[in-house]
C-alpha cells in the first residue's frame, strides 16, 4: 500500500491519478488543487481532497509535486516544518532539483526527481526518474511503481536529469513536428491528410517496436529499408543533406541549455 498525496491535479497530476486507479494498485491518493472542480472530479473517483499541503504533509507519506516550475517558489515554503525526513518527495517540474527542494523545506527529505511525457495520458508514457540522495532503493522502487502504471518507467543518474529531458519530456513535440511534415506533403500531393496520419502514426509504431525489439541497432535498421537504387536511400540522401542528425543534436543541446536556466 503506497499513501500518496498530490499537489496539484492537472492534467498530468490527474493523468497519474488515473494510472494509479487503473491499475489496482493497493493505494491511498489525496490531493490539494485551488481548482474546485478538478477537486470533484477527482474526488468522485475515490480520491481525497484536502483543504492544504500541511495536511496533505499530514496524511501522507509520498508528496507528488505535480505543479508548474514556475509555482513552487510560491508553495513549497508553505509546505516547510510539514514536511519530515520521513515523508518522500516527488517532483515532476522540468528545472526543479533535489538541492533547491531540500534547501526550501529545510530538511533532508528523501527526494525522487521525474520527467514523465504527455503520452502518460494515453497509458504511454516514457518516464525518466532518478534517485536523490537520502532516498532508499524501497523508496525509489515504490515511485516507479507509480509511473509504471502509465507506461514505462527508466532510471537514470540524478546529474543526467536535464539531459534526459530532451529524449523522453520533450521529444513528443519534436516527433510531433516532423509528422506534420509528412502529413503536410501528403495533403500537397492529394493524399487524404487523416489518411496520411494514419498510415503514418501506424509507421512510427511500428518504427518503435522494431527498436526495442528486432534485435538490430539503429543503422541495421536503416538499411533493412533502403535497397540500393531505391526510393528510400532517395528520401535519406536529402536528409543527410540537410543535416538532420546534427539539427536534432541541435535542438538536444538547446532543450538542455534552457532545463538549466530554468533550474532551481
Avoid at 526510393?231 to 535542438?251: D, M, R, V
Amino acid at each position: 500500500m503506497i499513501n500518496i498525496g498530490f499537489v496539484g491535479g492537472g492534467n498530468m497530476g490527474g493523468a497519474i491519478m488515473n494510472g494509479i486507479l487503473r491499475s489496482g494498485m493497493e493505494a491511498e491518493i489525496s490531493v490539494f488543487d485551488t481548482d474546485p472542480v478538478k477537486v470533484a472530479e477527482l474526488e468522485k473517483k475515490g480520491v481525497h481532497p484536502v483543504k492544504s499541503t500541511a495536511e496533505l504533509a499530514e496524511r501522507c507519506r509520498y508528496i507528488l509535486l505535480a505543479i508548474k516550475p514556475q509555482t513552487f517558489d510560491a508553495v513549497l515554503p508553505g509546505m516547510k516544518g510539514h514536511v519530515t525526513e520521513d515523508h518522500v518527495v516527488i517532483s515532476i517540474a522540468a528545472g526543479i532539483t533535489e538541492e533547491y527542494i531540500i534547501r526550501t523545506l529545510g530538511v533532508n527529505v528523501p527526494v525522487v526527481i521525474v520527467m514523465p511525457n504527455t503520452p502518460f495520458l494515453l497509458g504511454q508514457g516514457a518516464t525518466a526518474l532518478a534517485k536523490g540522495t537520502y532516498t532508499t532503493d524501497e523508496q525509489l522502487a515504490a515511485v516507479k511503481s507509480v509511473f509504471e502504471t502509465g507506461g514505462i518507467a527508466e532510471t537514470v543518474p540524478l546529474d543526467k536529469m536535464k539531459e534526459i529531458i530532451a529524449v523522453n519530456g520533450s521529444s513528443p513535440a519534436f516527433i510531433y513536428l516532423y509528422a506534420k511534415a509528412f502529413i503536410d506533403y501528403a495533403g500537397s500531393v492529394g493524399i487524404d491528410r487523416d489518411t496520411a496520419l494514419r498510415l503514418f502514426a501506424k509507421s512510427l509504431e511500428g518504427s518503435a517496436a522494431m527498436l526495442t525489439s528486432s534485435g538490430k541497432d539503429v543503422d541495421e535498421l536503416i538499411k533493412m529499408v533502403s535497397s540500393p537504387g531505391g526510393t528510400t536511400l532517395a528520401g535519406l540522401s536529402a536528409l543527410y543533406e540537410g543535416g538532420l542528425e546534427n539539427i536534432t543534436k541541435e535542438c538536444c543541446r538547446r532543450c538542455t541549455k534552457r532545463a538549466y536556466e530554468l533550474s532551481k
